[in-house]
């Protein structure tokens, strides 16, 4: 079955240090694999998205994430968090399939403390 | 661009009554994407059109879900006899055919609130 995991229910960090939300993926074929964020009472938005090349990818707002093929995993990371960063995560995949539907993990909620 | 939207944003219905979304895709997107989310859960899809033409149904889509797409632009989504587990917040996306346009852009939702 292709899903998607993402092991932290909660991610606190400090104000200004690293953070990293992590994602693992189990799908046949090449993943196509994604990162949203959800604020409170809004939908959710694209943050970046990995199709093929190079394994790190950067996306909106200073977040990037690194493709790990052997390990199946795709974790978004961000040198130095802002309390604004504080939000609700989704990883996602795309299965193999021509409609281009995606399966989300579960989320993340990121904490930012000043 | 004006994005996804979404109408109502809230939805207070009695169990067994019937309820239809709406929702408006971004102008040139002609592939349109209905999820569910329930608390705590990641968006769960539903169901895809390519223009007008629905090509995938999730098994989640009762027979007491339908979902239209009539000239390719906005998309309706029915719930018919509704019930207690119904609800959710119901995202709408959309994505462009465009080379290289694998991602989706969501809009606000629906929360749907049958009591």
């Known amino acids: 079955a292709q899903s998607v995991a993402q092991p932290e229910d909660q991610v606190n960090v400090a104000e200004g240090n690293p953070l990293t939300v992590k994602c693992t993926y189990s799908v046949s074929g090449n993943p196509y694999l994604f990162w949203y964020v959800q604020y409170p009472n809004r939908g959710l938005q694209f943050l970046l998205k990995?199709?093929?090349?190079?394994?790190l990818v950067k996306g909106s707002y200073g977040f990037e994430a690194e493709f790990n093929k052997s390990q199946t995993s795709f974790h978004l990371k961000k040198p130095s968090a802002l309390v604004s960063d504080s939000a609700l995560y989704f990883c996602a995949v795309r299965p193999s399939s021509n409609t281009g539907k995606l399966i989300f993990g579960q989320g993340t909620t990121l904490q930012v403390k000043p | 661009d004006t994005g996804v939207s979404q109408n109502p944003r809230h939805k207070i219905t009695k169990r067994g009554q019937n309820v239809t979304f709406r929702c408006d895709p971004i102008?040139?997107?002609?592939?349109l994407y209905w999820y569910r989310q329930t608390l705590g859960q990641g968006p769960e899809f539903l169901t895809y059109f390519q223009n007008e033409a629905q090509l995938e149904k999730s098994r989640l889509l009762s027979d007491r879900f339908s979902a239209e797409r009539p000239k390719g632009s906005f998309s309706t989504l029915e719930i018919q006899r509704t019930e207690q587990g119904d609800s959710a917040m119901y995202l709408c996306?959309?994505?462009?055919?465009?080379?290289?346009?694998?991602?989706?852009?969501f809009g606000p939702g629906t929360r749907l609130t049958v009591t």
């Open positions: 102008s040139e997107h002609n592939r």
């Open positions: 996306a959309s994505r462009s055919a465009g080379a290289g346009a694998y991602e989706q852009y």
């Open positions: 990995y199709i093929t090349g190079d394994n």
